[in-house]
T-cell receptor, first 110, second 113 residues
Framework: GQQVMQIPQYQHVQEGEDFTTYCNSSTTLSNIQWYKQRPGGHPVFLIQLVKSGEVKKQKRLTFQFGEAKKNSSLHITATQTTDVGTYFCAGQSNTGKLIFGQGTTLQVKP | KAGVTQTPRYLIKTRGQQVTLSCSPISGHRSVSWYQQTPGQGLQFLFEYFSETQRNKGNFPGRFSGRQFSNSRSEMNVSTLELGDSALYLC????????????FGDGTRLSIL
């Protein structure tokens, strides 16, 4: 069945350093979504990418969707302590099923 | 606009029992999806309901079932509970489900003793 792999599982950075998490799907996706879950909270939608090669930015966050629509990345520039949490990618196939990656937990040292 | 509401927030059961969890989606949302979240497995898709019909299903045993009512509220049932069913169960709603953001509730934390 469809699988979405996400790496790394954990990342510890010093405040001000950059951070990147990568997502790979076993099948071509119709779109990919990114979510953030703060400790003790629920996942919150960040963004959706639909087009091949699409790049979107939200302030210090840059999201990319691969040309083959099978991989994606989230890059945070100059991390802050407010960026702490777990970042999930979620790939949607043509069947409509949304499959989440395992998530990358980001810790930021002040 | 009220968010997604899940009840109860916490539940303790013993092995072999059954449990029913409830989810009220955002008003106007017709798609409701259920996920199981555990530390080791992340967010696992259980099923999605749209207009009272199960539209998608994950790879969970038949002990996990659900339904959706005409007002889009959804329930999830787990029968013959096992220790491994201890998890946070999250419900998410969206307008129609396709290519749309999922709005999550706070979840029901189920502990099996």
């Amino acid at each position: 069945g469809q699988q979405v792999m996400q790496i790394p599982q954990y990342q510890h950075v010093q405040e001000g350093e950059d951070f990147t998490t990568y997502c790979n799907s076993s099948t071509t996706l119709s779109n990919i979504q990114w979510y953030k879950q703060r400790p003790g909270g629920h996942p919150v939608f960040l963004i959706q990418l639909v087009k091949s090669g699409e790049v979107k930015k939200q302030k210090r966050l840059t999201f990319q969707f691969g040309e083959a629509k099978k991989n994606s990345s989230l890059h945070i520039t100059a991390t802050q302590t407010t960026d702490v949490g777990t970042y999930f990618c979620a790939g949607q196939s043509n069947t409509g099923k949304l499959i989440f990656g395992q998530g990358t937990t980001l810790q930021v040292k002040p | 606009k009220a968010g997604v509401t899940q009840t109860p927030r916490y539940l303790i059961k013993t092995r072999g029992q059954q449990v029913t969890l409830s989810c009220s989606p955002i008003s106007g949302h017709r798609s409701v999806s259920w996920y199981q979240q555990t530390p080791g497995q992340g967010l696992q898709f259980l099923f999605e309901y749209f207009s009272e019909t199960q539209r998608n299903k994950g790879n969970f045993p038949g002990r996990f079932s659900g339904r959706q009512f005409s007002n889009s509220r959804s329930e999830m049932n787990v029968s013959t509970l096992e220790l491994g069913d201890s998890a946070l169960y999250l419900c998410a709603s969206s307008l129609t489900g396709d290519h749309q953001p999922q709005h999550f509730g706070d979840g029901t934390r189920l502990s099996i003793l």
